[in-house]
Structure formats: structure tokens, C-alpha cells
């Protein structure tokens, strides 16, 4: 009897689990590539205080990169959990394959899971500072009402894909919050906000987060236009409105071609007006080349039920450049430091 309740209690534990490993099809290389994008939106606000080189690596540093981290990857895996449950009369028509339209869980239960890494979400932000629960507060209010209605019954031509980017700012902005709320206050710009605490700002730091926001938003909205012109059909059926519903798919080709450019030119800002080096730079422009020269054959493809097709795969690879993106700035500044530190312990010795 004892051996039954505990083979019970393992299955309620680990079913779950093994949920959600098989509930999307995610290539290990991209979960890996949410921690380096996490952890580099972190890192990169940090080390942009020090424009002339990075200075050695602090132990002051540590907690608010874990804890980036773990809000953000909570919070990404509610924010898809949530998509899915309120955009289910869509997946019926376009991905039939997915979670609840394929009957594996019910809405209820997905809600249950939702709710948890929600819980998880703001746990892991009020412990890094109350400034960056606002702002994962204010994400998840803006995720919930776009998700849930405003994409639904706002007119506003293409109105859901100019908005939904706006959710992956989350990331720049709580990295450089996390540095400008747990570090002491050395900035030149330091102002204190009642209940919020205090911010210590630099104002070396504003024009790369600016440019890192804007890089983020554009990136984004060039995959969402491409997959939404794989789910046109249900995102038309229930007056969903893209720029594929509104301008139709040949011209949303053409605007996430754009989009893709835009994001191009702003990463390369990005890295002339910060520290970034040429391990960021080379790379990344490769990997933009590569990318646009992909969305133009996108462009010059003419029959519609290929391009339905392939903007399924096309917003993947566009997805992929964000994530490979931010992956290129924690390695450039993860190589920075480990280069201070060795250059440090050399002139120690000598």
C-alpha cells in the first residue's frame, strides 16, 4: 500500500515535468540560448558602466544575474503557457498539433501551470528589487489583456504585431533595472520612488539600453510578421489583426524584410556607441547577412500556399538571429571579463 502511494506521488510529481519537456518541440541549443540571453541582458548593463574596459568581475554581480535568470525563464514559460491558452481557437485552425487543441491537457489544467510559473515569476523578481517586479508586473498585465482581448477587438490595422514585441522588452529593460537597483548608488543619475527604492543610473548606460530595446523590438517583430502570415487563416477568422490580415502576405513579407534591416543597423549601433568588441561585431553581421538573404528569398517567392508555408520556417530562423544576438553579447562580455582577470593575476605576479 505504501509502495502504491508513493509510486502516486512520484507520478503527480514528475508528469508534469515530463509535460512540459515534450509540450514544444524546443531544440536544446535555444534553452541554452535563453540563459546566455538572460544572463547577458544582466552583464551587458553592468559592463556598460565601464566604457574603457571592463573592470574585474565582483561578487556584488552574481545575485542579480541568477536571479534575471530564473524571473525571465519563469516568465517566458508562463508568458507561452498564457499565449496558448487564450489563443486555443487560433491553434485549432494553425498548429492543431499544440497542447489543448490536441486534447494532451485541458485549459484548466494549463491554467493551474500557468499560475505557478506566474507565482515563480514574481518571486524571483520582488527578490531583486521592487522596481523590477513593476516591471515584470506591468508585462504580465499588458501579455494578459493584449493575449486575452485588446488583439481580438482592436481594428487597428496590424495592431496585434506592432504591440506583441513589446513584451520581449522585458528583457533589456530588467537587466539594466537589476543594475540599477542592487548596486550602490554611484551613478550620476540617483532619485528614490517611495515603496519602489531607490535607482542609481549612469548616464553612460541610457543610449545602450535604448538601442538594445529597440534592437530587441524590431528582431521580434520581424519573426512575428513572418509566422503570422503561416497563421493568417485563423488569425483572419477571428479578426485578429496582423500585417498580414491587414496588408496581405506579400506586403508582410516585405515589412519583416524591413524589419530584419532596421534590427541590423541597430545592432551595429549598439556596438559602436558600447563597449562591445569585435568578437560581438563579426559575428553578428555574418549572422545578419545570413538572415536577410533568407527573408529576401522569402520576398521573391509567388505562390501563396509556399509562402504560408514557409513563413512558419522563416520566423524561426528570425528567431533564432534575436536569440544568437544576445548570445553574442554575453560571450563578448563573458571573454572581456575572463581577459581582465587574466590580465590582473598577470600584473599580480609581475
Not at 529593460?173 to 548608488?185: D, E
Not at 530587441?216 to 500585417?243: C, M, N, S
Request: charged content about 15%; overall charge positive.
Amino acid at each position: 500500500m505504501e509502495q502504491k502511494t508513493k509510486s502516486k506521488k512520484e507520478f503527480f510529481l514528475t508528469r508534469p515535468v515530463r509535460f512540459l519537456i515534450h509540450w514544444r518541440p524546443f531544440p536544446p541549443y535555444e534553452l541554452i540560448c535563453y540563459i546566455l540571453m538572460f544572463a547577458g541582458a544582466t552583464m551587458f548593463s553592468w559592463a556598460t558602466i565601464f566604457p574603457n574596459g571592463i573592470l574585474l568581475f565582483s561578487i556584488e554581480i552574481i545575485k542579480p544575474i541568477i536571479l534575471t535568470i530564473a524571473t525571465l525563464y519563469s516568465g517566458f514559460f508562463a508568458a507561452l503557457i498564457w499565449n496558448d491558452i487564450t489563443d486555443k481557437d487560433i491553434d485549432i485552425v494553425v498548429h492543431p498539433t499544440r497542447a489543448i487543441p490536441s486534447g494532451h491537457i485541458s485549459s484548466k489544467k494549463f491554467f493551474t501551470i500557468a499560475l505557478v510559473f506566474s507565482a515563480l515569476t514574481f518571486l524571483f523578481a520582488v527578490l531583486t528589487s521592487p522596481w523590477c517586479l513593476l516591471i515584470v508586473g506591468l508585462t504580465a498585465l499588458f501579455v494578459a489583456f493584449h493575449n486575452k482581448y485588446l488583439k481580438k477587438i482592436i481594428k487597428l490595422p496590424a495592431y496585434s504585431e506592432i504591440f506583441t514585441p513589446v513584451q520581449w522588452l522585458a528583457v533589456p529593460l530588467f537587466g539594466f533595472f537589476a543594475i540599477f537597483t542592487t548596486l550602490p548608488a554611484k551613478g550620476d543619475i540617483n532619485f528614490s520612488v517611495p515603496v519602489l527604492g531607490n535607482l542609481s543610473i549612469y548616464s553612460i548606460q541610457l543610449i545602450p539600453m535604448f538601442l538594445l530595446c529597440l534592437f530587441t523590438y524590431f528582431a521580434d517583430d520581424a519573426h512575428d510578421i513572418a509566422e503570422g502570415i503561416h497563421d493568417v487563416d485563423g488569425d483572419r477568422r477571428l479578426g485578429v489583426k496582423t500585417y498580414a490580415t491587414s496588408f496581405g502576405e506579400r506586403n508582410a513579407v516585405k515589412i519583416s524584410f524591413s524589419m530584419l534591416l532596421i534590427s541590423g543597423i541597430l545592432g551595429i549601433l549598439l556596438w559602436f556607441f558600447s563597449f562591445l568588441s569585435l568578437i560581438f561585431l563579426i559575428p553578428f553581421i555574418v549572422l545578419w547577412f545570413y538572415t536577410l538573404n533568407q527573408s529576401y528569398q522569402f520576398i521573391k517567392m509567388t505562390d501563396d500556399l509556399q509562402r504560408k508555408r514557409m513563413g512558419k520556417i522563416m520566423g524561426k530562423k528570425i528567431y533564432d538571429y534575436l536569440l544568437f544576438s544576445f548570445s553574442l553579447i554575453f560571450l563578448d562580455v563573458f571573454l572581456q571579463l575572463i581577459n581582465a582577470e587574466y590580465l590582473h593575476w598577470i600584473n599580480s605576479i609581475i
